[in-house]
């Protein structure tokens, strides 16, 4: 928290680099040979989701208006309580088939996920810049 206060990121920068941090982190986590390799893995998923939560939080709240926000951190908090749930079922499920493919699999969906925060960056820039020019 204390980094992301005296920096003050934007949503997007903190999604760009947390998502892919998280995939690092669960490649090291399932690569690692050692316990200290797992530990280093849990570092990085930590610092990962430590960056990337707050600035999904962040921007579901920016892309609403005020008299949606309410409803839009309802929906957020009720998407991420469904992942505590229903990840760990399909997390054993792949598990059983393949000791990695679980692994693989979630990381394939940060992959995708850190891919989806760059392209709404990038979009949020331009939406931002033609706002500024038409107000000119």
Same mark, same amino acid.
Request: glycine content about 16%.
């Given at each position: 928290g $204390? /980094? %992301?206060q005296v920096f003050k990121p934007g949503p997007y %920068? +903190? /999604?760009g680099m947390g998502m892919p941090i998280i995939a690092v982190g669960l490649f090291v986590y399932a690569a *690692? @040979? !050692?316990f200290y390799g797992i530990i280093l893995g849990c570092a990085l998923l930590g610092l990962g989701f430590g960056l990337a939560n707050p600035g999904l939080a962040a921007a579901a709240s920016l892309r609403t208006g005020a008299d949606a926000q309410g409803a !839009? *951190? $309802?929906l957020m908090q009720a998407a991420m309580s469904a992942g505590f749930i229903f990840? @760990? /079922?399909g997390g054993t499920a792949l598990y059983e088939r393949g000791p990695l493919l679980a692994v693989s699999f979630?990381? +394939?969906?940060?992959a995708a996920a850190a891919a989806a925060a %760059?392209?709404?960056a990038f979009g949020s820039r331009r939406d931002r810049v033609v706002t500024e020019v038409g107000d000119m």
């Amino acid at each position: 928290g $204390g /980094l %992301v206060q005296v920096f003050k990121p934007g949503p997007y %920068v +903190l /999604l760009g680099m947390g998502m892919p941090i998280i995939a690092v982190g669960l490649f090291v986590y399932a690569a *690692a @040979p !050692t316990f200290y390799g797992i530990i280093l893995g849990c570092a990085l998923l930590g610092l990962g989701f430590g960056l990337a939560n707050p600035g999904l939080a962040a921007a579901a709240s920016l892309r609403t208006g005020a008299d949606a926000q309410g409803a !839009t *951190a $309802g929906l957020m908090q009720a998407a991420m309580s469904a992942g505590f749930i229903f990840g @760990p /079922l399909g997390g054993t499920a792949l598990y059983e088939r393949g000791p990695l493919l679980a692994v693989s699999f979630a990381s +394939l969906c940060i992959a995708a996920a850190a891919a989806a925060a %760059v392209i709404a960056a990038f979009g949020s820039r331009r939406d931002r810049v033609v706002t500024e020019v038409g107000d000119m």
